[in-house]
């Protein structure tokens, strides 16, 4: 069986130092401005989901974290020699692309003087795809891979560079509600080893489960907290432009979207 979410974060007990932290930050595209006066702070303690509608600037966000998108205004402050790795939606990528599993992996390793890969490499490859339960598809081709395969090699991808923060764009669009459930253990997990994970989604459905640290935005912070804190008609009116109302089922969130289905949330 595999552990918990609030099993396994129970294991990261020291309180970091921030990695990044972003105050009074405004972002956007030319003369477009996507988010406004955001201030937040991530650590190698954060397991933090950001949540909010299409077009509400969680991708700006990541980019800032990232490092690949420069504020128009505020200050972003980063750790020295910080190591981040980024994994990208699945649809944004070409699965026609000539490469195995393992060449995939390969080719996000930092930049050497030989273009090869050296046996320890090799080894490191072959150890990241058993520990992401994937060590046997390390010869086929990745347009033959399931979309829960295809996010664990991302995922190797990712980890081949031993980050200290992972960021991750929409990880469990796509997938089936068992491999969302997967995905998002093997992310704890990986917490609970002393990784600081940040990931976006627009989808409530599963999010209070998983998640322990929540950042709502819409052009800005809406609210950040727990799931309990943030997961209110108040604040998911202002996140989503709809009203919402929240119930407690079972010991579970229940949001009720009166324009849509029902939807679980714990």
Known sequence: ??????DSTARVAHVSSPLISLRSVDAGYRNSTVLHDVTLSVSRDSFT???????????TL???????????????????????????????VDWNFPATV???????????R????????????????????????????IRELSGGQQQRMFLARALIRKPQLLLLDEPTSGV??????AVLHLLADLHADGMGIVLTTHDLNGIAAHLPHLV??????????TPEEVITPDVLEETF????????????????????????VS
Request: proline fraction near 6%; aromatic fraction near 2%.
């Open 1 to 6: 069986m595999p552990s918990t979410l609030s």
């Open 49 to 59: 989901g950001i949540v909010g509608p299409s077009g509400a600037g969680k991708t």
């Open 62 to 92: 990541l980019r800032l974290l990232l490092g690949s998108m420069k504020p128009q205004r505020g200050v972003i402050d980063r750790a020295a020699r910080l190591p981040v790795s980024y994994v990208p939606q699945l649809e944004t």
């Open 102 to 112: 393992s060449e995939c992996v390969l080719m996000s390793r930092a930049a050497r």
């Open 114 to 141: 030989v273009p090869w890969a050296s046996r320890a490499e090799r080894g490191e490859v072959a150890a990241v795809l058993d520990r992401l339960g994937i060590g046997d598809l390390g010869e086929r081709h």
């Open 176 to 181: 089936d509600i068992s491999t969302r459930h």
């Open 216 to 225: 709502c935005v819409n052009k800005h912070i809406v609210a950040e907290g």
């Open 241 to 264: 432009g709809a009203q919402m109302e929240v119930l407690q089922h079972l010991g579970m969130l229940v949001v009720v979207d009166p324009g849509g289905p029902r939807r679980m």
